[in-house]
């Protein structure tokens, strides 16, 4: 049996952090899901997200030994997914991991059974949401909206959240989503 990897991809301030996490809360108890953290250059006392902080010789060094099923570069920061998601999707288990839309051409090359979750929103909210989170000047916060209007993400493994009214909505519609996957034969 083949488990489905989820990529969740979507503009910063779309949602994407606060989907995922509500989910991973509502399914801890069911096997079937797996929520990696991911590997960033970033320090561990981030408040953002949950995830391994790799210093950047040690994200080069993993990076060059075959450590990650995908790994990208965006906002000076390296980010890498563990070859161990591999093991979960061989026990056909649903792998859930926030990813860059920059290799998600390079993922449907690599894995049969993949799913793309778009996560987004109106850019005047996107633009409010990252704002206020504070953690980006105003120059940074317009080049994350331009990065975000580059990507014109379509195919049949595409699902898009619109995620413009409550978190809780968005949520109930990431956890369907969710819960609609089937492993392949």
């Not at 489905?4 to 910063?12: D, K, Y």
Request: with cysteine; aromatic share 6%; proline share 3%.
């Amino acid at each position: 049996m083949l488990g489905t990897l989820t990529l969740v991809v979507g503009p910063s301030g779309a949602g994407k952090d606060t989907v995922i996490q509500s989910a991973r809360a509502a399914l801890a108890e069911q096997w079937r899901y797996v929520f990696p953290q991911r590997e960033i250059t970033r320090p561990a006392g981030d408040w953002t997200e949950r995830h391994i902080a790799i210093t950047e010789a040690g994200f080069a060094e993993r990076q060059a030994q075959g450590a990650y099923a995908l790994s990208w570069r965006a906002h000076n920061l390296g980010y890498g997914v563990s070859r161990e998601i591999e093991d979960s999707l061989a026990a056909g288990r649903i792998v859930v991991v926030n990813v860059s839309r920059s290799i998600v051409a390079e993922a449907r090359e690599r894995y049969a059974n993949l799913a793309v979750v778009c996560v987004t929103a109106p850019e005047s909210l996107l633009h409010r949401r990252l704002a206020a989170r504070g953690r980006e000047a105003g120059d940074e916060v317009a080049g994350r909206l331009r990065r975000a209007a580059a990507f014109d993400l379509n195919g049949h493994d595409v699902i898009t959240l619109m995620n413009d009214g409550s978190p809780e909505r968005a949520v109930e519609g990431f956890l369907r989503i969710l819960r609609g996957m089937r492993a392949a034969a």
